[in-house]
């Protein structure tokens, strides 16, 4: 645990430091969704009806600048070796490292996506859900794109292969979150969307870390 | 005969290590005998063989360290000494032989071996934003030691770093980031140091500071694996040269 703390800590102060990473995916989410009224026009009712897909999906793409420095720098200084030789689980120091890297890139998104869903006239019950369906989504993206960064470390074309290798199993994220909205905006249900996203998240809380961890163990060989 | 041709050391009669016996007991016909009442922690390898990127770095190399020995780790560039110390700490699998700690080969226990090896690579692994106080408190909360302040404040005291230690260490020169690499060895308890490089961009007094932690840490039943190419400080350490080999 003290080790699970100790990588928690060091990461989020290593964030805190050079806040580059975390303030590009927040910059480049808001920046694309206040481009998004020039592009289609400011008609309210067309707004409200793409609010929530346009929300995620820039959600969805924000969150996959900072995924490949994931890993990266860690293995380029050295220190990926001593997270693989710590004597704690590695998939559980994997589980410190998308913690924090949820805590500094994943989380802005959340508080900030109400007040752009205002932006884009979003109708009023769909802002809790849409909080939710974003608390909900986003730790499982950053769990299946760590893998994906675990995977393509030390590849030479990682940064297109990166996006190609998890944007298929983001989609499942992108359907059931954008569609967690729709539904309360129209009057429905959300909790069988939001019900599937907890799903999801809990399955990559089991599988990702395993499946991290050894493509770690990878490549440090 | 797969229990035979499994080159594994668990305490068994020594009829039963048939093809290692066989092979040794020219050299030393009481090596399994030897071998069932050693009581030391040992450290050996046998037959080892390391393959990276389809070319065969090196094969057949043997080495044995007991407690409080050193092994220097010689030879041009390319001759794999790095490659053996991460076979050595269990960073990559040998692609043949077998490395045993205390009779258990270390591929068999991980956890433990990784409990008991302090790992310093060429790369010093220190980051830059961080100050140099928690680059090292890092590796040792890290190696699961609470980083307790006197041991951290010895750790870097031993390095000549006390008065950098709120620095971050972006600012420091080379010889200081190795510094702090090597301070992260008294900061955390391991038997086991691997040391790539250890002495390179260090000054003559990082030098004695270094050697000084080596001796500490050998009188006290610790082991040093050292990669160098320049002398360094070990008294009757063995050398294991590897360019000569090929």
């Not at chain 1, 703390?5 to 480049?28: C, E, I, K, N, Q």
């Not at chain 1, 500094?104 to 802002?127: F, K, N, R, S, W």
């Not at chain 2, 040391?195 to 932690?213: G, R, S, V, W």
């Amino acid at each position: 645990m003290s080790a699970f703390l100790a990588l928690l800590r060091r990461d989020l102060r290593l964030a805190l430091r050079s806040p580059g990473d975390s303030a590009t995916v927040l910059l480049f989410f808001v920046l694309a969704i206040v481009l998004f009224p020039f592009g289609v026009g400011p008609e309210p009712q067309m707004l409200a009806r793409i609010a929530a897909g346009v929300v995620w999906v820039t959600a969805l793409l924000a969150s996959l600048l900072a995924l490949e420095r994931l890993f990266q720098l860690d293995a380029e200084d050295g220190a990926l070796d001593l997270i693989v030789l710590a004597p704690a689980p590695l998939e559980f120091l994997v589980l410190a490292k998308i913690l924090a890297h949820w805590l500094t890139t994943g989380l802005p998104l959340v508080i900030v996506a109400p007040l752009l869903a205002l932006m884009l006239q979003l109708a009023p019950e769909g802002y809790g859900v849409l909080a939710i369906s974003l608390a909900l989504g986003t730790p499982s993206l950053s769990l299946i794109g760590a893998i994906g960064a675990a995977l393509t470390l030390g590849a030479r074309r990682g940064t297109v292969l990166l996006p190609l290798l998890i944007l298929p199993l983001y989609i499942p994220v992108l359907i059931f979150g954008a569609a967690a909205v729709d539904a309360a905006t129209n009057g429905l249900s959300a909790r069988p969307h939001l019900l599937l996203l907890a799903a999801i998240l809990a399955a990559a809380l089991a599988l990702a870390p395993w499946t991290i961890a050894a493509s770690l163990r990878q490549a440090v060989q | 005969m797969a229990w035979a041709a499994r080159a594994s050391p668990l305490p068994k009669p020594p009829g039963l290590h048939l093809r290692r016996y066989l092979t040794r007991w020219r050299t030393d016909p009481f090596w399994a005998v030897r071998y069932l009442f050693a009581d030391m922690a040992e450290f050996f390898g046998e037959a080892l063989v390391c393959v990276r990127g389809e070319r065969q770095v090196f094969a057949g190399v043997e080495f044995r360290l007991a407690s409080g020995g050193a092994l220097i780790l010689a030879g041009p560039n390319g001759a794999g000494k790095s490659s053996l110390l991460r076979l050595m700490a269990g960073l990559a699998p040998a692609a043949g032989g077998v490395i045993v700690w205390d009779r258990t080969p270390i591929a068999d226990d991980p956890d433990a071996h990784r409990a008991r090896l302090h790992y310093v690579g060429h790369l010093d692994a220190v980051k830059p934003t961080l100050t140099v106080a928690e680059n090292v408190a890092y590796a040792a909360e890290l190696r699961g030691a609470p980083a307790a302040r006197p041991l951290l404040a010895q750790a870097l005291s031993r390095f000549g770093l006390e008065a950098l230690a709120d620095l971050p260490a972006r600012y420091l020169s080379q010889g200081q980031r190795r510094r702090t690499a090597l301070a992260r060895l008294l900061a955390a308890p391991g038997e086991l140091w691997l040391l790539d490089e250890p002495t390179l961009a260090l000054d003559a007094a990082a030098h004695d500071a270094l050697a000084a932690a080596l001796a500490t840490h050998r009188r006290d039943g610790g082991m040093v694996v050292a990669a160098t190419h320049a002398p360094i400080a070990l008294a009757d350490a063995a050398t294991l040269d590897l360019g000569a080999r090929r």
